[in-house]
């Protein structure tokens, strides 16, 4: 709930609409730990969870079941994020979220690339969504999964 990250504000407010609906409580949370780039690592009910992204899941020791990479592969495709959710080192859910593109978005790319100007995506978003939604306005070059310090650093560059 304390997470800036836009992807933790959209589980969240999907989970208070979920609450209200079905008037469940917050469990209490202990040793809640945000991993930069990965995701978040909590105690709840005496039970480690962890949510965020495949790599988080795998240097944790979570077995990823050829099922649910093929899920994930999929929402990819569709340009969504797929994060993942383990309870004690067992995956147990993927979520699918989608951050939909601004109305004017493929105009402005347009516009861009018929000035000349070649357009580059740096997303922390990873490889499958980011080049989705490159595809999608006309995108030259992407840069994904990167970090929030790779992303200034590799901006720096470019300018």
């Known amino acids: 709930m304390n997470s800036g990250h836009p992807l933790a504000k959209a589980i969240v407010e999907y989970a208070k609409i979920f609450r209200e609906e079905n008037g469940s409580a917050w469990p209490d949370v202990q040793n809640c730990e945000s991993i930069t780039g990965h995701g978040v690592k909590a105690t709840l009910c005496n039970k480690t969870v962890l949510i965020g992204n495949k790599s988080l899941m795998l ?7 050829i099922e649910a990479s093929d899920i994930i592969e999929e929402i990819e495709k569709l340009a969504m994020t797929g994060i993942m959710v383990s309870i004690n080192g067992e995956l147990v859910g993927i979520i699918a979220i989608s951050d939909p593109l601004k109305d004017n978005a493929q105009e402005v790319i347009s516009i861009l690339r018929s000035m000349g100007i070649r357009t580059i995506m740096v997303t922390g978003d990873n490889w499958g969504t980011a080049n989705a939604v490159s595809k999608e306005l ?17 901006i720096k560059e470019l300018q």
């Open 59 to 65: 240097n944790s020791g979570v077995a990823i079941p």
């Open 138 to 154: 006309g995108i030259d070059e992407v840069i994904a999964e990167a970090k929030p310090d790779e992303k200034a650093e590799k």
